[in-house]
């Protein structure tokens, strides 16, 4: 049995402590671990708030990628709205309609015919696609925005990595700092001592 066979269920393997991702039917759960690997890599997370921000990253980021992978799949399923359309412009709807059915079902009579069809009417393969995008601008918009918060989401994930690398750093500069004056107040104290006796 092949990977890509493989239930989703059984492929999805727990990453760092925080449980299996959550992969939808037919996502690659070695594809989802490698980016976990490439993400934990380049942040280097120092401590396990660091570690939760990471998932976080790459969650949004797996969140992004398969919005905009379902965006062009949701518009190439839909393409024979957006070729009947255009074919009604050109047949009467019964023709308009089988025509569209037999170019989606792949035949190779009706993928020629409808190239000639287009060809004649100085149309081409986008202006299916325009067609069908028309037809689907309020899910392609909902699903723009989907992206557009997960990206935001992402952002704020990466400035807070920021923030808390910033703080620790102020902090470890305050503890460096106050085990300096500590060091130094004791040598200064040992000096006057050797000086007084």
């Known amino acids: 049995m092949s990977k890509k066979n493989v239930p989703v269920a059984s492929r999805a393997k727990p990453s760092a402590g925080f449980g299996a991702p959550v992969l939808l039917e037919g996502e690659d759960g070695a594809h989802y671990d490698k980016l976990l690997t490439q993400v934990t890599a380049a942040v280097a997370p120092t401590d396990v708030i660091e570690e939760f921000w990471v998932r976080d990253v790459v969650e949004l980021l797996w969140e992004a990628m398969r919005l905009r992978r379902l965006k062009a799949s949701l518009l190439r399923s839909s393409a024979i709205k957006g070729l009947e359309h255009l074919l009604m412009l050109l047949l009467d709807y019964s023709e308009a309609n089988a025509l569209a059915k ?12 409808v190239q000639e069809l287009l060809d004649s009417a100085g149309l081409s393969m986008d202006s ?41 750093a102020a902090r470890l500069q305050t503890a460096a ?10 040598v200064s104290a040992e000096g006057q001592q050797a000086e007084a006796a």
């Open 102 to 113: 037999a170019w989606y079902a792949r035949e190779e009579g009706a993928l020629n015919e």
């Open 128 to 168: 299916v696609m325009s067609q069908t995008l028309s037809k689907k601008m309020d899910d392609v918009e909902r699903i723009d925005r989907m992206l557009a918060s997960a990206e935001a989401r992402r952002h704020i994930v990466l400035r807070e990595v920021d923030r808390h690398r910033a703080a620790v």
């Open 177 to 186: 700092k106050d085990i300096e004056d500590a060091e130094f107040s004791e």
